[in-house]
């Protein structure tokens, strides 16, 4: 495996990436309903890019396949970081964030799903907060959670 920078050739992919994932792998935390406002399946490639190309974004890839990706920006917040559903488990997701944790100084904070929560808490992050995202009148439960350094 191989970890490198964003592309903006890799956005679709990403995307692809994030759609499928949170519809695979997270769907023994939230309804279909949640599911479906999560990550809808549109995506606006412009704004996915531009957010990627403004952040710390990483690619991991295996056999030229996007196997997971992750984004941090410079005040230390961890937007995004998803792994393919047939490669969890791999350690992926650990070296994802270990580059993106070295990517800046202070404390960290992410929004975690009830999926990647004991992920995070095994990183040595703790829950300041659960709340309640809405998206399309739809709300799904995340935490808040804060990486000290």
């Given at each position: ?29 939230y309804t279909k309903e949640q599911l479906d406002v999560w990550a809808t399946g549109e995506v606006d490639l412009e704004k996915w890019n531009q957010s990627l190309q403004e952040h ?94």
């Amino acid at each position: 495996m191989e970890i490198r920078k964003y592309q903006q050739s890799d956005c679709r992919e990403c995307t692809e990436l994030f759609y499928n994932t949170v519809h695979t792998v997270n769907v023994k935390d939230y309804t279909k309903e949640q599911l479906d406002v999560w990550a809808t399946g549109e995506v606006d490639l412009e704004k996915w890019n531009q957010s990627l190309q403004e952040h710390y974004s990483i690619v991991a890839v295996e056999n030229n396949v996007i196997v997971g990706f992750g984004d941090i920006d410079k005040t230390g917040y961890l937007d995004r970081l998803f792994v393919h559903a047939n490669y969890q488990g791999r350690g992926i997701a650990t070296a994802i964030c270990n580059q993106l944790e070295l990517a800046v100084e202070g404390n960290i904070i992410t929004h975690a799903s009830v999926t990647a929560r004991p992920f995070f808490e095994k990183r040595g992050y703790q829950v300041v907060k659960e709340q309640q995202a809405k998206r399309q009148g739809t709300y799904l439960t995340n935490y808040v959670m804060v990486k000290e350094r």
